[in-house]
């Protein structure tokens, strides 16, 4: 659900706003994970390759990649077991358009007409068993 009234049903909006912007969809190569953070769990390092590739990035400066570098070290103690880092890093991605919901408060939208079978190997190359591994650990405990 999003916030606001529903945008009106006219062909032309004639209220764009100044600061809107249509990114490209499609994997990007980002940048690698620097290895002086640290991370040594799989959904941490998952966290960062799509971040990284996400269409978002291609818009970022240097200080967005530090923040991300930052929400990676909290995922990465998440992934641990520290679950209070959790509305921290909800709140971080959401400013960075998670959800279709962010996207559209932050009037950004993602154009995929160029998308074909890239995705496709994205998703499987993302899926790991290690990580399914550390989510069974971190909801059953030790």
């Given at each position: 659900?999003?916030?606001?009234?529903?945008?009106?049903?006219?062909?032309?909006?004639?209220?764009?706003?100044?600061?809107?912007?249509?990114?490209?969809?499609?994997?990007?190569?980002?940048?690698?994970?620097?290895?002086?953070?640290?991370?040594?769990?799989?959904g941490a390092k998952?966290?960062?390759?799509?971040?990284a590739s996400s269409?978002?990035?291609?818009?970022?400066?240097?200080?967005?990649?530090?923040?991300?570098?930052?929400?990676?070290?909290?995922?990465?103690?998440?992934?641990?077991?520290?679950l209070r880092h959790?509305?921290?890093?909800?709140?971080?991605?959401?400013?960075?358009?998670?959800?279709?919901?962010?996207?559209?408060?932050?009037?950004?939208?993602?154009?995929?007409?160029?998308?074909?079978?890239?995705?496709?190997?994205?998703?499987?190359?993302?899926?790991?068993?290690?990580?399914?591994?550390?989510?069974?650990?971190?909801?059953?405990?030790?």
């Open positions: 659900m999003t916030r606001g009234p529903q945008p009106k049903s006219n062909a032309v909006r004639r209220n764009a706003h100044p600061h809107a912007q249509e990114l490209k969809a499609g994997a990007l190569p980002g940048r690698e994970l620097p290895r002086g953070l640290g991370i040594t769990t799989a998952r966290f960062w390759r799509i971040w269409p978002q990035s291609s818009q970022w400066a240097e200080t967005d990649w530090a923040e991300l570098e930052i929400t990676t070290k909290l995922v990465d103690a998440l992934y641990q077991g520290d959790a509305g921290e890093i909800r709140q971080r991605t959401a400013k960075w358009g998670a959800t279709v919901e962010d996207r559209n408060r932050l009037r950004m939208s993602i154009n995929d007409e160029d998308q074909g079978g890239d995705a496709d190997q994205a998703s499987a190359e993302l899926t790991t068993t290690d990580l399914d591994e550390e989510l069974y650990q971190l909801l059953n405990g030790p």
